[in-house]
């Protein structure tokens, strides 16, 4: 299979304030966000990111898409650096996150022009890139409803269509079925099966153990900003299940009892 992302050893640090040390009940004026973390994902295979809240796996994922510079390391993305060449490896991909926010004013069918005009997309392709995914969607009848009035899972929806219109090759998403009820998490699901199929390199982040297992083809467990373990999804698995082999594992990096 080819390759179409390569990470190699993301490091970044973040300042703390006082406030913020005080929250995270530690003395040190620097945390540690993600500490030299490397992977790769190929065409057509669905790489899972699992670890707890403030793990690094979505700042991984930020550094990735160019939203924030890593301090060291380095990740190409379709042979683009994340460092060197940004604005390409920005047409190469597609990033969903909880952080996503559509302006409430506007509605689904204005925003998915108003994104596909950002991205260079001619008029009639951008027409029918939009037909397509509302009808994926089902946000047809809700095409000029503002995002105000829309359900939380139809918000969702619209976000994932809109992250997406350009067609990427790579397609982050960060925790895509949070907060969705059970028949939407369905549709979103999928629909990442599809985007499989069609020869997309998806990287999913979520706590849900089983739809980790059901989808990805390899996986990555970030606990405390380094990745403690990576590979195929029954390699890293063995005889046992993915969450107990998570919780293993965190107990043995964090020394935590839980």
């Not at 703390?16 to 993600?34: E, F, G, H, I």
């Not at 460092?83 to 509605?107: A, M, S």
């Amino acid at each position: 299979m080819r390759e179409v992302l390569n990470v190699n050893k993301l490091h970044k640090t973040f300042k703390l304030s006082k406030k913020q040390q005080q929250l995270k009940k530690t003395d040190k004026a620097v945390l540690t966000a993600v500490d030299g973390v490397s992977f790769n994902s190929y065409e057509g295979e669905v790489f899972g990111l699992l670890g707890p809240n403030g793990a690094g796996k979505t700042t991984i994922m930020r550094m990735i898409a160019t939203l924030i510079n890593p301090d060291s390391g380095d990740a190409t993305v379709d042979g683009y650096s994340i460092i060197k060449q940004p604005l390409d490896v920005r047409r190469n991909i597609g990033f969903l996150t909880n952080e996503l926010k559509l302006d409430e004013y506007f509605t689904p069918n204005y925003l998915i022009g108003f994104f596909a005009e950002l991205h260079g997309m001619s008029k009639e392709k951008a027409l029918s890139r939009k037909n397509e995914l509302f009808k994926t969607f089902g946000i047809d009848e809700f095409a000029e409803v503002k995002i105000a009035n829309l359900s939380q899972g139809m918000k969702q929806k619209a976000s994932l269509a809109i992250s997406i219109v350009h067609d990427p090759s790579i397609i982050i998403f960060d925790e895509p079925t949070n907060g969705l009820d059970v028949i939407t998490s369905k549709v979103v699901t999928d629909f990442l099966v599809d985007l499989k199929k069609q020869g997309k390199s998806i990287i999913l982040s979520t706590h849900i153990f089983n739809l980790l297992e059901n989808l990805c083809d390899r996986i990555g467990i970030v606990i405390s900003g380094k990745m403690v373990a990576c590979d195929s999804v029954s390699a890293v698995i063995g005889e046992s299940t993915l969450e107990d082999v998570f919780f293993k594992l965190y107990r043995e990096t964090t020394k935590e009892v839980i």
